[in-house]
T-cell receptor, first 110, second 115 residues
Framework: GDSVTQMEGPVTLSEEAFLTINCTYT??????LFWYVQYPGEGLQLLLK?????DKGSNKGFEATYRKETTSFHLEKGSVQVSDSAVYFC?????????FGQGTELSVKP | DAGVIQSPRHEVTEMGQEVTLRCKPI?????LFWYRQTMMRGLELLIY????????DSGMPEDRFSAKMPNASFSTLKIQPSEPRDSAVYFC?????????????FGNGTRLTVT
């Protein structure tokens, strides 16, 4: 069945460091891909999305490119801030359902 | 526009009791989802509705769980009888449309503790 795999956390970085969180997916057809972020005690918020191959989603300095050849959607940010500390979820949507990866906790230290 | 509203925010109950979680989706959204989040299993899709009709309930763990959507602005998830292993955060989400251009909007969740 369809699935999403993320790199395991927690990831700990210093402020202004470069961030990459790896995400790969398994799906038939052409799913849409998403990154969601969850801050402590809150629900998930959409961070960015891409709906077809080679699309780049971006928001708040975060970027991810839909790579069909490698079935990947890695999240990147050039310079993280303490306020970026959260859990990040990669997800795919096909046929109505949204399927999540296991989440990657990011902790940014000042 | 108000987001997805869930109630209660926290629920503590004893094993064997009935628990009802409530959700009000965003007005105009035609898809509604119930997810469960635990440390061990992450985010699991329990069930989702389209136009108030259940489309896929394959994630509902067992017969103790039931979900209804009597109208476009209200849904419930009921656990009867509850067990300690049901302790989790339950999220409701809604979307306008079911394709990839339609992101899900999540409520803040209900943290359920069954003792």
């Amino acid at each position: 069945g369809d699935s999403v795999t993320q790199m395991e956390g927690p990831v700990t970085l210093s402020e202004e460091a470069f961030l990459t969180i790896n995400c790969t997916y398994t799906a038939t057809g052409y799913p849409s891909l998403f990154w969601y972020v969850q801050y402590p005690g809150e629900g998930l918020q959409l961070l960015l999305k891409a709906t077809k191959a080679d699309d780049k989603g971006s928001n708040k300095g975060f970027e991810a490119t839909y790579r069909k050849e490698t079935t990947s959607f890695h999240l990147e940010k050039g310079s993280v801030q303490v306020s970026d500390s959260a859990v990040y979820f990669c997800a795919l949507r096909k046929g109505g359902k949204l399927i999540f990866g296991q989440g990657t906790e990011l902790s940014v230290k000042p | 526009d108000a987001g997805v509203i869930q109630s209660p925010r926290h629920e503590v109950t004893e094993m064997g009791q009935e628990v009802t979680l409530r959700c009000k989706p965003i007005s105009g959204h035609d898809y509604l989802f119930w997810y469960r989040q635990t440390m061990m299993r992450g985010l699991e899709l329990l069930i989702y509705f389209n136009n108030n009709v259940p489309i896929d309930d394959s994630g509902m763990p067992e017969d103790r769980f039931s979900a209804k959507m009597p109208n476009a602005s209200f849904s419930t998830l009921k656990i009867q009888p509850s067990e300690p292993r049901d302790s989790a955060v339950y999220f409701c989400a809604s979307s306008r449309g079911g394709d990839g251009n339609s992101p899900l909007h999540f409520g803040n969740g209900t943290r359920l503790t069954v003792t």
